[in-house]
């Protein structure tokens, strides 16, 4: 079938997005990405205590230190916008008190679990989020933009948006987005930089996005300027588009244009998504000159040794 043709997308396969992504989870699995193992930290985790995962804490916990990864940060969806699914979903104090406990039961197995959060930017909710914020200190906090109820990018919507316009009018509603939470200067990092590549699957594909990097300038500028990280997000492994959020070669433009700031994040939603892609994602930062990850622990920010800078050929 078509999607076993060399991993790449292909624009006449129709079914349904979580059947397609089940089976490039799978070929993936097969191809060995699902064992990554021997890396400091994964700083993008989902549990129970958002609307679209089921995974346990603990389960996560038991598969970082079977697989030697010391240090997880916990990001639980929270959501501004009341038609969003994490709107009101899990209080703060839940999601704190489920982490530090947890915290607390591995710290003598070797694990650091933090305090984490991902944040829904939208320019619309930027004071509410600004205020709350201050008000609810995290270890760690991603802004990302995610596709809403009434986004052109939604499967009811996007085959009437993307029609005979050009591509920088296609991404310039989610990128635009991106760019005033980069500028907002509230996050640590931009959690998956173009997911909206995710989206425009088969009408878009990541290879016309890929012929087009000067559409990203203006974001990754917008991250070098403020000064807040570029996370290389591996779900998109496991996605329509079969390659990070942002792919490789954006993560070495971010670094050409100044950018010193790295997150890596496996993004899992489910156990068996545990740390999945992630070693590739280490992989394609050290290719781009990274020797060390951005994180926080609640304090400044801090630098997390690359273990495969320097190893692992470009
Ligand atoms: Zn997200
Ligand atoms: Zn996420």
Known sequence: MSHRHQGLPDAADTRPRAEVERDVWRAGVAA???DSRDLPLDSHLHTVRSPDANAMLDAYCALAVERRIPELA???HVDFDPTMPAYGYASFADRERDVREAAARWADRGLAIRFGVEIT???AFEADIRGWLARHPHDYVIGSVHISEDSPYKASNVARFVAGR???????????EVIGAARSG???TIGHLDFVKRYLVPHVLPADLAGAPE????VLAALVEAGTALEVNASGLRQLPRETYPSAPI???YRELGGRHVTIGSDAHRTEWFAYGLAQAYGQAASAGFESLAFRRGAERVAVLNPVYGIRPT
Do not use: H
């Open 186 to 188: 509230l996050f640590d």
């Open 251 to 253: 993560v070495a433009r």
């Open 215 to 218: 559409l990203y300038e203006p």
């Open 74 to 76: 916990i990001t639980d």
């Open 121 to 123: 930017y939208e320019r």
């Open 166 to 176: 050009s591509l920088g009018e296609i991404v310039a509603p989610y990128f635009d």
């Open 32 to 34: 060995g990405l699902g």
